[in-house]
């Protein structure tokens, strides 16, 4: 079966580094997504991976490791509006996204 | 540019009754979608389409119906609602199958008792 995990819930403070992790097992693979989620609302792309390492985007990274399945969004200076649900989907070989059920980020000052 | 909008944006339904939730686009995106999402949950994908006149089943399509006669519209149909229907329902528009980005509607949060 096609599965996506990422942790239910991570706690940070404001100013500092998180790291959330997704693994995946898919039939097939045509890239990996990172989504933010605020209470309420709809999804907003925030990165997309296809090969192998690291992508810089301002404050938000995002790795890729096809031979482990396996990718991390990073956020840096993590500010209040940061609090959100953070979606994991992986583009499978039919190109449809499945998707992980989140991970609730809660940011503390 | 309005982008995806969807309405209505709360529904409260009795089980057996009918509805229709509506999205449109303005994007001019090719392909369009209808997730659900349920709490402590990974949306699902419960119709796309590829371009007008062209639909097909998602993941979870028991109950659903959709129709797409243009470019814009991509309606979604429920028929004898149940309440494990009760959810919050996402349209989202791409330009192409390998587009890397999805733009979502605002959502229509469905109960149904």
């Known amino acids: 079966g096609q599965n996506i995990d990422q942790p239910t819930e991570m706690t940070a403070t404001e100013g500092a580094i998180v790291q959330i992790n997704c693994t995946y097992q898919?039939?097939?693979?045509?890239?990996l997504f990172w989504y933010q989620q605020h209470a309420g609302e709809a999804p907003t792309f925030l990165s997309y991976?296809?090969l192998d390492g690291l992508e810089e985007k301002g404050r938000f990274s995002s790795f890729l490791s096809r031979s482990k399945g396996y990718s991390y969004l990073l956020l840096k200076e993590l500010q209040m509006k940061d609090s959100a649900s953070y979606l994991c989907?992986?583009?499978?070989?039919?190109?449809?996204?499945?998707w992980g059920a989140g991970t609730k980020l809660i940011i503390k000052p | 540019n309005a982008g995806v909008t969807q309405t209505p944006k709360f529904r409260i339904l009795k089980i057996g009754q009918s509805m229709t939730l509506q999205c449109t686009q303005d994007m001019n995106h090719n392909y369009m979608y209808w997730y659900r999402q349920d709490p402590g949950m990974g949306l699902k994908l419960i119709y796309y389409s590829v371009g007008a006149g062209i639909t097909d089943k998602g993941e979870v399509p028991n109950g659903y119906n959709v129709s797409r006669s243009t470019t814009e519209d991509f309606p979604l149909r429920l028929e004898l609602a149940a309440p494990s229907q009760t959810s919050v329902y996402f349209c989202a528009s791409s330009y192409g199958a390998e587009s890397y980005e999805q733009y979502f509607g605002p959502g229509t949060r469905l109960t149904v008792t």
């Open positions: 991976n296809v």
């Open positions: 898919t039939s097939g693979f045509n890239g």
């Open positions: 989907a992986v583009m499978d070989s039919n190109y449809q996204l499945i």
